[in-house]
């Protein structure tokens, strides 16, 4: 072995070393050889193949680790709005992390922030970021004050921002990836810090990982690869890089929710929760705080916070994102205060098709590649621009051969009348089943708001009875759409081991 590759290979393993130890986020490395072949790992003079070893996970901020597992997801009371839209099934959620709370008014204000800095001659992509706070307006309440106030009053840093669409929620987990990444990176001191990033300049994990973001590479990893000595990118090989956050699935959501971590013991449930506390009452039972509500909602006609002097809630509208008592996965405000965005699509009939195991609808499946099969190359914002597979893309697959799910077994041509005549519809991700309006002569008199573009919400809110903060409920809004009582919060793979025990995770604090 020449010097050169004895020192690029101890350089190697005390970055790996280091990277073992947690200071690249949890990652570990080794020198450990092919169970399969006999070859060494992590040896130049073996063609340089390195493994990263003794990796340990590392949550993101502001993530709780939420053990998974098989639970009857749906209604648990009875269905007083007669939807029958909930049927419970038993599913299996795998682990994943969630926000302790729901996002800020303060966390969005820090999103708008650096999207005036960084896309200062994007207006449009300014306006997009900005919450509609004109969602407070009631034509017959005087709530004109929360117009100006509730978003960028410091006395309400801390409650849960409101007036975002579905599309909005997703955009901050795409910026919250790429700012945890590159705080990763500038922290491991891989890339310089750069507050005068502009545009395409902006950093992108995907453009980073894919080769198309050198400008501020402060330093490479060493590499073990004989024709290139001079080094490397952090790889997501690594387990430096986190995975994507993302707005929950809906099962996700409700298995969270229900915190029934709580009430199990040697693979047995104990007792199945109404909401996410044990009991069917909304006050706490602990003589402490004996009576006080566990949520924020409302109690009774024209009651939105109790009396002075002993108010039952302490909230009128929206309270602290920190309100109340956490469940047993250490989450707040799972109940009340704000709904919730979650990831799926609507469909009444949902849980009678999706899968057992990880189940969702909204699947439209995409590629970062053009159609000459070339890397797509960063756009302006300096994101990489993604696209959907073609039909030819998937045709040997068995799996799926097209990329649009979102209407699968409920609205796709293969599930789809045509009410007229009764003949099958043959338009590609025909529209008719659930087509509003009769401009184009399809189901002539006939009415909904299902489409493709409604999304689930879930929790309840300080607007809301207490039906609503059973996990079980669900209702459903236009992606594009906003109100005064609907907010989120993110979640994340957890990748690898499902055990909290493990992976050395705390459920709840504990």
């Given at each position: 072995m020449s010097l050169k590759y004895r020192i690029l290979l101890l350089a190697s393993a005390g970055i790996l070393g280091l990277n073992s130890c947690g200071l690249f986020g949890g990652g570990g490395g080794g020198t450990g050889a092919s169970e399969k072949t006999g070859w060494e790992y992590n040896s130049p003079d073996n063609g340089g193949f390195e493994v990263v070893e003794n990796w340990r996970p590392e949550a993101g901020p502001g993530l709780v680790f939420i053990e998974g597992g098989t639970f009857t997801m749906g209604r648990v009371e009875q269905d007083v709005m007669y939807d029958w839209n909930a049927k419970p099934r038993r599913v299996t959620v795998t682990s994943f992390y969630m926000d302790e709370t729901e996002i800020s008014n303060v966390d969005w204000r820090e999103?708008?922030?650096?999207?005036?800095?960084?896309?200062?001659?994007?207006?449009?992509?300014?306006?997009?970021?900005?919450?509609?706070?004109?969602?407070?307006?009631?034509?017959?309440?005087?709530?004109?004050?929360?117009?100006?106030?509730?978003?960028?009053?410091?006395?309400?840093?801390?409650?849960p921002v409101v007036g975002v669409n579905w599309l909005q929620a997703n955009d901050y987990c795409i910026w919250r990836t790429d700012r945890v990444n590159e705080r990763l990176l500038v922290d491991k001191g891989i890339i310089e810090f750069d507050l005068?990033?502009?545009?395409?300049?902006?950093?992108?994990?995907?453009?980073?990982?894919?080769?198309?973001?050198?400008?501020?590479?402060?330093?490479?990893?060493?590499?073990?690869?004989?024709e290139k000595p001079e080094g490397r990118h952090v790889r997501f090989e690594d387990g430096i890089l986190l995975p994507?956050?993302?707005l929950p699935t809906e099962a996700e959501w409700e298995f969270a929710a229900s915190g029934l971590v709580?009430?199990?013991?040697?693979?047995?449930?104990?007792?199945?929760?109404?909401?996410?506390?044990?009991?069917?009452?909304?006050?706490?039972?602990?003589?402490?705080?004996?009576?006080?509500?566990m949520a924020n909602f409302v109690r009774g006609r024209g009651d939105y916070m109790g009396l002075a002097g002993n108010l039952n809630d302490e909230n009128?509208?929206?309270?602290?994102?920190?309100?109340?008592?956490?469940?047993?996965?250490?989450?707040?405000?799972?109940?009340?205060n704000v709904n919730e965005w979650v990831l799926d699509v609507y469909r009444p009939l949902s849980f009678e098709d999706v899968d057992e195991i990880r189940p969702f609808r909204?699947?439209?499946?995409?590629?970062?590649?053009?159609?000459?099969?070339?890397?797509?190359?960063?756009?302006?914002?300096?994101?990489?621009?993604?696209?959907?597979?073609?039909?030819?893309?998937?045709?040997?697959?068995?799996?799926?051969?097209?990329?649009?799910?979102?209407?699968?077994k409920d609205g796709d041509v293969a599930s789809t009348l045509d009410f007229r005549d009764g003949q099958t519809v043959k338009e590609k991700n025909s529209d008719r089943m659930y087509y509003q309006g009769?401009?184009?002569?399809?189901?002539?008199?006939?009415?909904?708001l299902i489409n493709d573009h409604v999304r689930v919400y879930k929790g309840g809110s300080w607007k809301d009875r207490a039906y609503w903060l059973s996990p079980g409920t669900r209702r459903f809004l236009d992606e594009a759409s906003s109100t005064n009582d609907i907010g989120?919060?993110?979640?994340?793979?957890?990748?690898?081991?499902?055990?909290?025990?493990?992976?050395?995770?705390?459920?709840?604090?504990?």
């Open positions: 999103y708008v922030h650096w999207i005036k800095r960084v896309y200062s001659t994007y207006p449009q992509v300014i306006k997009n970021a900005l919450p509609d706070t004109l969602v407070w307006r009631s034509p017959l309440g005087y709530n004109e004050p929360f117009v100006t106030d509730y978003f960028r009053h410091p006395a309400y840093n801390d409650y005068a990033q502009k545009g395409a300049d902006a950093f992108s994990t995907e453009a980073y990982l894919s080769g198309q973001y050198d400008a501020r590479v402060k330093k490479l990893l060493p590499s073990l690869d004989p994507k956050y993302r709580g009430n199990t013991y040697d693979e047995r449930m104990v007792e199945r929760r109404i909401y996410p506390w044990n009991g069917h009452n909304v006050r706490n039972p602990e003589s402490k705080v004996r009576g006080q509500m009128t509208f929206p309270g602290p994102v920190k309100s109340y008592w956490p469940n047993d996965y250490g989450l707040y405000c799972m109940a009340g909204g699947n439209v499946f995409k590629t970062p590649y053009d159609l000459d099969g070339n890397y797509s190359k960063k756009d302006s914002l300096g994101r990489i621009p993604y696209r959907e597979i073609t039909e030819e893309e998937a045709a040997n697959r068995q799996n799926y051969n097209k990329a649009y799910y979102i209407n699968y009769d401009t184009q002569q399809k189901n002539v008199g006939m009415t909904t989120f919060r993110c979640a994340m793979e957890a990748v690898g081991a499902q055990s909290a025990k493990k992976r050395g995770e705390r459920i709840g604090g504990k």
